[in-house]
Every structure is written in structure tokens, then in C-alpha cells.
């Protein structure tokens, strides 16, 4: 396939679907239940229950904001975390935990600050950050990790 193609869940069957970009204004359907596929176009909470699911079987990639509903820089940065969701819809998923309420993922990959951004694709982790940046700056380090 020489067009690019991007990754939709169907939130019916939850069955993930690769759709070709040049496709993306035919209405595409999902392959296993035929409903018509929804373009995310905001962050996903992702809890304990459902980490596995939304990140590491993902065949994609994932941005992970670890965040805090008291932490100032976590607020401010927000606006740029739901845009970037809006704009690369299908190419990157963005997912958000709250550590006031996952505190055990929290524990499990040692985060010791908010926000703190880990980059996921196809199941394995790319990089991690610390510290609310300026929207271009995260978009340079999505785009530099996915590289290498």
C-alpha cells in the first residue's frame, strides 16, 4: 500500500482498523461489524483496567500524559495535549492518566512529576519526558522518537 493508512477502533466490536487516508471521506466501516468507524478526536482516560488494552496492544502510536488535577503546569499544557489529538487523529492516539486516581500505574513506571509524557508504538516504549513544554517542542520529541 503506498498511501498512508491510519488506525481506528470501532467503539462497537472494538476491533482496530487500519484505513487508508485517501479513504478516510468514504465513511469507512469497521471489517468485523460494519458500523461506521469515528475518528477520535481527543484524549482517552486510561485507567489500570484498561492500560493494556488502549496502550500496549495498540499497533500504533501513543502518547501517554501522566497528570494531576492540582498541578498548575499539567493545566496549562492541556490546550496543546487535546490539540494534538485533534490533529493527528488515527496517527496518534493520546491517552491521559490521572495519578491522583491510577496511583498504582503512577507507581509502576516511577513517575515522580506531572506532567510526564511516555511515548509508546506497537506495544513498546519509546521515551520519556518530564516537564510541561510548548506544543512545538513535544511535537518535535514525538516526531525525533518515532525516528529513531
Known sequence: ???????????????????????????????????FLEFPDRPVDVTAANFDQEILVWPGVVLVEFWASWCGACRMISPAIDELARERPGLLKVAKINVDYE??????FGIKATPTFLLYQNGRKLNEIAGALPKTDLERWIDSSIRN
Do not use: E, F, Q, Y
Not at 9 to 34: Q, S
Not at 103 to 108: D, H, K
Open 1 to 35: 500500500m503506498t498511501d498512508k493508512s491510519i488506525l481506528l477502533r470501532c467503539i462497537h466490536c472494538r476491533t482496530i482498523n487500519r484505513v487508508a487516508t485517501g479513504r478516510l471521506t468514504d465513511n469507512p466501516k469497521c471489517g468485523k461489524c460494519k458500523t
Open 103 to 108: 496511583s498504582s500505574l503512577g507507581a509502576r
